[in-house]
């Protein structure tokens, strides 16, 4: 009974973890992109930079 607890507890804990990666890595990747694009658009700047 307990060692079945642990690995639900062990299963939570991962699966939060990599979901909380991916969606880190995807909202940052639009925020990027958006930073970009707007630097682009007043700025006139190289979106390389």
């Known amino acids: 009974m307990l060692f079945n607890i642990a690995i639900w507890i ?9 979901l909380l990666s991916t969606l880190y890595l995807t909202v940052s990747l639009f925020v990027v ?16 930079d």
Do not use: D, E, P
């Not at 992109?33 to 390389?48: D, E, N």
């Open 10 to 18: 062990v299963t939570i804990v991962g699966g939060l973890a990599g």
């Open 33 to 48: 992109l958006g930073q970009k694009i707007y630097r682009k658009i007043k700025f006139h700047a190289s979106m390389y």
